[in-house]
């Protein structure tokens, strides 16, 4: 197959730091081109150069034999590139056919042509295997793996001969993840090539056909097979070899609920949850993207009204988030970005937003004593880079993370909920946070998590539930299941649905 991209020795730097430092990358025509490496390796800085969005300060670049420097993600686009960020860009205010066809919207004699937008946006939708979504519908309307389609329609808009996917399946259910193969595989089918960022590994082997790994901005291994072992391809990333370690947990001795959900409900989300968390245990709730799962926790951290039922922490009953964090609930959401950062606000100041109050004197906040707890708290969970004066939006996924559980660390939680810990992270950040996770549980603290990613469940968790569609289905310690048991489990009923169908 024909190079259709070719980098060679790319440099990209910022104020104090060398984000790109030699990157080389060769994609074919038709190839599904995979891009692993730690959150902070450069993956980011490496497609938002393609994109337009950055420039390249030294190095080469070649787009179909020719130089290629585009000054914006619109001539990137208009050149046959298009981009599926990890974080949509997606105008929630827009409609679904708006979002689609922004920035080059159909026209005529100068007049947008709406009803063409709409249509072309419907065929685009029913070649993605979801004719169901509306292309007059508000974006902000839709879930996240909607969002997440509708990106994918946008990039699929543009006459693209090259499509990068950053994570493009990390907030999607098993069979949308099956569909987006399929569509990916038309894709490549028609000469067109796809470069597919993923932490998941078993993605990589399944859907791609050569890898580049990227190491703190330079390329330690470029073309290899998809199929390459995964201690290797770990190694390579991290200098490391594994892929998912988690720390021992000790049997925890029988000890009052800390946290006690009875017969909570919320209508068309999840119906008749009862379930205890006692100090120090991590429990585990595993189901698919739409079972309920992140409603359900927004709903026991008190963001979401109950239509029946009680939450009570320590016995104190939880009907608001304020009332959760005063009496020593933490959550980590799902979406960090839109639900629990200020981007624009530095780090200590993100770490401090539970406990601001404690570093007030004479009605003043102590700057001075926030950034040295903020300290204390990045120096243990070895947060990269250290700077607390740093915008929190400079940080990659992993260590974005850090920060938001590193916010219930300083603010003394007892019960924490973890909402896709690890998504969008990896595999050397992910073993840094399951320790943390490990530690907290060691200090008597309750952990209640979430994950899409079963070993990571299994792995974690002293205890699971199991929950499909809005209800809990099974209980087990964590030690009593294996992975093919709970796929059954939580599949059962969308493939006898399927089924059906």
């Known amino acids: 197959m024909t190079a259709i991209l070719r980098l060679s020795e790319v440099v990209k730097t910022f104020p104090g730091v060398r984000a790109l430092d030699g990157v080389h990358l060769e994609v074919r025509e038709g190839e599904v081109h995979c891009l ?3 959150n902070g390796a450069g993956k980011s800085t490496l497609i938002k150069v393609l994109a337009g969005v950055h420039h ?4 080469e670049i070649l787009w179909q034999g020719e130089p290629f420097a585009p000054a914006s993600p619109q001539a990137a686009m208009r050149a046959g590139i298009a981009t599926i960020h990890q974080e949509l860009d997606l105008v929630d205010d827009l409609s679904v056919a708006e979002n689609v066809f922004l920035g080059h919207e159909p026209s005529r004699f100068g007049f947008t042509r709406r009803h063409g937008a709409a249509a072309r946006t419907r065929t685009i939708l029913t070649e993605l295997g ?7 519908r508000l974006t902000r309307d839709l879930p996240a793996a909607g969002k997440q389609i509708v990106s994918m329609a946008r990039a699929l808009s543009h006459d693209a001969r090259l499509i990068v996917m950053d994570e493009p399946s990390a907030v999607l259910a098993h069979d949308e993840v099956a569909n987006l193969f399929r569509i990916i595989r038309e894709l490549t ?3 067109i090539a796809v470069v597919y960022i993923s932490h998941r ?3 990589i082997r399944e859907i791609g056909d050569r890898v580049t790994v990227l190491k703190d901005g330079r390329t330690t291994a470029a073309g290899l097979p998809a199929r390459t072992p995964t201690r290797e391809l770990v190694g390579r990333m991290t200098g490391r070899a594994f892929e998912y370690v988690f720390p021992p947990r000790e049997a925890k001795a029988g000890a009052a609920p800390l946290l006690e959900v009875c017969d909570l409900s919320r209508a068309g989300e999840f119906a008749g949850v009862s379930l205890t968390v006692r100090p120090g245990e991590i429990v585990g709730i595993a189901g698919l993207v739409g079972s309920g799962r992140s409603e359900l926790l927004e709903t026991i951290f008190g963001a979401r009204v109950a239509d029946r039922g009680t939450v009570t922490l320590d016995g104190r009953r939880i009907t608001g988030v304020g009332q959760a964090v005063a009496h020593g609930m933490g959550m980590a959401p799902e979406e960090r970005k839109s639900q629990a950062l200020l981007l624009d606000e530095p780090v200590f100041k993100n770490m401090t937003l539970a406990s601001f109050t404690g570093f007030a004197r004479a009605g ?9 707890a903020a300290r204390r708290t990045a120096d243990n969970l070895e947060l990269r880079p250290r700077d607390v004066d740093r915008p929190v939006r400079t940080l990659s996924g992993g260590n974005q993370q850090k920060v938001v559980v590193g916010r219930w660390l300083l603010g003394h939680t007892r019960l924490l909920l973890l909402d896709e810990p690890t998504r969008g992270v990896d595999v050397g950040a992910r073993a840094e946070l399951y320790q943390v996770v490990h530690d907290l549980a060691a200090d008597g603290v309750g952990v209640l ?17 199991v929950m499909r569609e809005g209800r809990l289905i099974h209980e087990a310690p964590a030690g009593e299941l294996d992975e093919d048991t709970v796929l059954d489990l939580v599949m059962a009923g969308s493939l006898m649905e399927g089924e059906a169908a």
Request: net charge negative; glycine share 14%.
């Open 364 to 372: 003043f906040t102590a700057a001075g004593r926030e950034r040295a």
């Open 449 to 465: 998590l979430v994950s899409s990613e079963v070993p990571e469940v299994l792995g974690l968790a002293d205890r699971v539930l």
């Open 56 to 59: 390249a300060d030294a190095g």
């Open 36 to 38: 692993l490496g730690q």
């Open 189 to 191: 089918a028609n000469g």
């Open 130 to 136: 979801h004719p169901e979504i509306p292309p007059g």
């Open 201 to 203: 590994l078993a993605e």
